[in-house]
């Protein structure tokens, strides 16, 4: 059986700020949110002392706020999450990017977000070539992949999780708390060892240290609501494999997960008030940021209301160049359905030819 301490996810469903700078510009560590009732101050308070130093959970800043992760660099990029129907995308995407002599990997950070969390690790890890043949693979024989990772039936604990992930109707943290503790009671382990087996065919070496330095991955504590970002650096302190952290972004609600990072149990890093983690690099001169919808329109995996463009307008307004590119997807598209792979492959690589020239003059 697989444990939620063991549980990697399932992969497949992976302007430089100065001191006259009107922005602020750094982002801090975050802090549970004070809640109303005594017991939960303290239980608030008990957590801070004891996780503050794990140096994971950052704050999601409400205005247009310069990142210190991303003050100094020049090109960024961002992906967003969506299921193994976006992971698949991905693959399709950079592998036509790359036949028009486009290289990504000269990005000089990468947040990755559930699928982004996959595809942008295997980028920049040297692993891309064979997450690619791998997706190509379970394109041709979808009820393979469906073998290796089953998905039973939801159970009741799990429709909680699931239908509370969808009924919510902001991102507060009391919202982001109220799915973590029905994700962290969600009784997924029948969905376990066949999942289990295919993340680590999925992630290879990666399942130990942190290969890709530029790579940072999202998830959300699901017990205090907190943002969490993991880099090279603090998964060393806290000893998080970059597999562990991509799994950690990709583990939805009432399906997979939560997964441990550190001392915490998080689950998708969708599960925010940000869409995709775009404020982490606000400041770099020029970000490329991909998404799979606006964030409040077509196929998604939350009830959480998004909007891309007011995250885009928020790099903008401290000076970061910004190239937006939505994949889209086609209506009433299962983004978890195996059947999907393929022709999301197809559609990725197809977008390439489109967008590749404009990423060449963009980061020229």
Request: hydrophobic share 40%.
């Amino acid at each position: 059986m697989l444990s939620r301490r063991n549980l990697f996810g399932l992969t497949a469903g992976l302007a430089a700020a100065s001191v006259a700078n009107p922005f602020t510009h750094a982002v801090r560590a975050a802090e549970t949110e004070v809640p109303s009732t005594e017991a939960a101050r303290l239980a608030a308070s008990i957590s801070d002392r004891l996780f503050d130093g794990d140096g994971l959970a950052r704050t999601v800043p409400d205005t247009p706020t310069v990142s210190d992760f991303a003050r100094s660099l020049d090109r960024t990029l961002v992906l967003g999450g969506g299921g193994e129907y976006y992971v698949a995308w991905y693959c399709g995407f950079f592998h036509g990017l790359m036949e028009h002599g486009v290289d990504l990997t000269v990005a000089e950070m990468v947040v990755g977000t559930s699928a982004g969390s996959y595809a942008g690790s295997s980028l920049l890890s040297g692993r891309f070539g064979q997450l690619r043949t791998e997706f190509e693979f379970f394109g041709h024989f979808p009820s393979l992949f469906a073998k290796m990772a089953p998905v039973s039936a939801p159970n009741a604990s799990q429709k909680r999780a699931q239908e509370i992930n969808f009924s919510v109707k902001d991102g507060s943290p009391d919202s982001i708390r109220a799915i973590g503790h029905a994700a962290l009671a969600a009784d997924n382990h029948l969905n376990g060892d066949g999942v289990e087996r295919l993340a680590w065919l999925l992630t290879g070496d990666s399942r130990k240290g942190w290969p890709a330095a530029k790579m940072f991955t999202t998830a959300n504590d699901c017990y205090t609501g907190e943002r969490i970002v993991v880099h090279q650096d603090v998964a060393k302190r806290n000893g998080i494999p970059l597999a562990h952290a991509a799994a950690a972004s990709s583990s939805l609600p009432g399906v997979i997960g939560p997964t441990q990072l550190g001392q915490r149990f998080c689950m998708d890093g969708g599960i925010s008030k940000t869409w995709a983690h775009t404020d982490l690099v606000a400041g770099s001169k020029r970000a490329i940021v991909i998404t799979l919808t606006n964030g409040y329109e077509g196929s998604l995996l939350s009830g959480i209301p998004h909007d891309i463009h007011k995250e885009v307008a928020a790099l903008e307004a401290v000076g970061t160049k910004a190239m937006l590119i939505i994949a889209g997807t086609p209506p009433g598209v299962n983004l978890l359905d195996p059947k999907q792979i393929a022709p999301a492959l197809r559609a990725g690589y197809e977008r390439a030819a489109t967008e590749a020239p404009k990423i060449k003059t963009f980061w020229a």
